[in-house]
Nanobody
Framework: QLQLVESGGGLVQPGGSLRLSCVASGFTVDYYTIGWFRQAPGKEREAVSCITLSNSTPYYADSVKGRFTISRDSAKNTVYLQMNSLKPEDTAVYYC????????????????????WGQGTQVTVSS
């Protein structure tokens, strides 16, 4: 059974950092596109970042470029999202998701492209 489990969320002050983890079981993250999404109350789910099969240049939403970094640890079958310089507008539930092995670059932001989702982890940025 394919499963994704996120962790690492919490309450942090503006300007602080968090590292989210997405641990996969039942499949190998090396062979899937793994994306991070977030959803704030009353808003649609939005794409944050994505790492592809080839480990080529990751994708980032404009709102997080330069602040967030996605990475993959094959030995731990885990994908991370390092979040620095956090802002109140980053507050949301963060989800990781697994998508097809080959995902066109213009499609990475669409949740419908991903077949497997974790349960989410809450990130709250507040003073």
């Amino acid at each position: 059974q394919l499963q994704l489990v996120e962790s690492g969320g919490g309450l942090v002050q503006p300007g602080g950092s968090l590292r989210l983890s997405c641990v996969a079981s039942g499949f190998t993250v090396d062979y899937y596109t793994i994306g991070w999404f977030r959803q704030a109350p009353g808003k649609e789910r939005e794409a944050v970042s994505c790492i592809t099969l080839s480990n080529s240049t990751p994708y980032y939403a404009d709102s997080v470029k330069g602040r967030f970094t996605i990475s993959r640890d094959s030995a731990k079958n885990t994908v991370y999202l390092q979040m620095n310089s956090l802002k109140p507008e980053d507050t949301a539930v963060y989800y990781c998701a697994a998508g097809p092995t080959l995902l066109q670059s213009n499609l990475w932001k669409f949740p419908g492209q991903y077949s497997y989702w974790g349960q989410g982890t809450q990130v709250t940025v507040s003073s």
